[in-house]
């Protein structure tokens, strides 16, 4: 009867045995898996940063696209006005130019006139 008892003990030896080294194995992994989640947790970190990081970039380039906006707006308007000032000015010179033109054509109708003994006033000659 020794012997039954004897292959019961060493089963149950083998089991325990067996038991340890899976329990030993699933701590070693149980830590494996540990420090997988940390190191993730550190590589989340980062990519959080990163993003974070990206994010304020953009809110930059945001910001200077605004800006250069604003900026080209504000020499469209100045050319606007540049635009308009000159064609106030070119509008003003057509019309004194008119109007010298008008009072030299009279003034070369009053020279032409011939005074009460039937004289010219002046010979006018275009240059």
Known sequence: ??????????????????????FIDTRSNLRAMSKLLKESQKDLGKALKEVDSARQELSSVQNDMIKFKEYTEEIRNRVYVIDMDKRKTENRNEQEKRVLNQNLQKLKEFLDQKDSLGYKHIEITDN
Request: hydrophobic share 75%.
């Open 1 to 22: 009867m020794q012997a039954p008892r004897i292959l019961i003990y060493i089963i149950l030896g083998a089991v325990a045995l067996l038991i340890v080294l899976h």
